[in-house]
């Protein structure tokens, strides 16, 4: 069974392949009204969600699909073990498409799954946004020869998947990380990825950015956590630390890079509000990709 839970599954002419699809599938959607006539999507929910949500069910329903939502912890896949339900729900749709706190728990859907298990995000990868990073680069770009793109702020389930999908396309890749999300570490992806020469370390933005193409950013905090009172002290430390890192004209020195941010967006901290409606932002073509490269990723799963 052929699962999407990292994009470290993918080598470079599936990955490939699949971007050129979503392409197509932007450009031209009507020629793929039936490519999923009839069948059937379970979204699996943990976690809050805006963009995974809307994009996978407008993107299965305009393929003549549909979608069904379940919350996790409102379903019984909160009180029996996950190889029971799973076995269950996986005879009732031919994908899954899951959000949820652990990826341990998403190796299980996928262990036990009769269908393709999809991974919407999770501590330690999210390789659905990637591809829509990628799709974006690719269109801007026309190819990813000679592309080097720069991300600042956390290392963690963003920056792993991107590390993963830079390295198989053969981008250069500068990370100015300077806070690590502990539960997001993948010391066997970081090693071989350093070795690959395509991802770097870089201590301060502005030397990353004077070489970038592209300059990406993403939330210090994440989203489950963005409320909690119990995270308020760890969530001022993180802004103290990452002040000096936030994607601003004074810390781009001048160069004036395509700029990305994964969204939801928090202004005056990961980012300055003027480079979010900046010209050369394509934060929401970046975030509108998410549905046409899905789009792509699900017949490819299908097909398989």
């Known amino acids: 069974m052929n699962h999407f839970l990292s994009l470290k599954e993918f080598d470079y002419d599936t990955l490939l392949d699949i971007i050129r699809k979503a392409v197509d599938i932007k450009q031209a959607p009507q020629s793929y009204y039936e490519a999923c006539h009839r069948k059937g999507l379970l979204m699996l929910f943990q976690k809050t969600s805006t963009r995974t949500n809307l994009s996978f069910q407008a993107g299965i329903n305009q393929m003549g699909g549909y979608a069904v939502t379940m919350d996790w912890d409102s379903s019984n896949f909160s009180l029996s073990p996950i190889q029971y339900e799973v076995r269950y729900a996986s005879r009732n749709s031919d994908l899954i498409m899951a959000r949820l706190k652990k990826h341990s728990d998403l190796l299980e ?16 990868y999210h390789p659905c946004q990637a591809l829509a990073d990628l799709m974006t680069i690719y269109e801007v770009s026309g190819s990813f020869e000679s592309v080097t793109l720069t991300y600042v702020g956390i290392h963690n389930n963003v920056a792993n998947s991107l590390v993963a999908g830079c390295m198989t396309l053969g981008i250069k890749l500068h990370l100015v990380t300077p806070i690590i999300n502990e539960p997001s570490w993948d010391e066997e992806l970081m090693q071989e990825a350093y070795k690959s020469g395509f991802i770097v370390n870089t201590t301060e933005l502005y030397d990353a950015a004077a070489v970038s193409d592209y ?3 993403d939330t210090w905090v994440d989203m489950e956590f963005y409320q909690d009172p119990r995270y308020q002290e760890e969530q001022k430390r993180r802004i103290q630390q990452m002040m000096p890192f936030q994607v601003n004209r004074q810390n781009l020195q001048g160069y004036n890079p395509y700029i ?9 901290f990961e980012i300055e509000e003027a480079l979010v409606e900046s010209e050369k932002s394509i934060i929401y073509q970046q975030a509108e990709n998410r549905m046409h490269v899905q789009k792509a990723l699900m017949l490819h799963l299908l097909s398989r």
Do not use: F, Q, R, W
């Open 109 to 124: 859907l996928a262990k036990y799954s009769n269908v393709p298990v999809i991974n919407g995000c999770c501590e330690k």
């Open 260 to 268: 990305l941010h994964d969204m939801p967006i928090h202004p005056g």
């Open 215 to 217: 300059v990406y950013t």
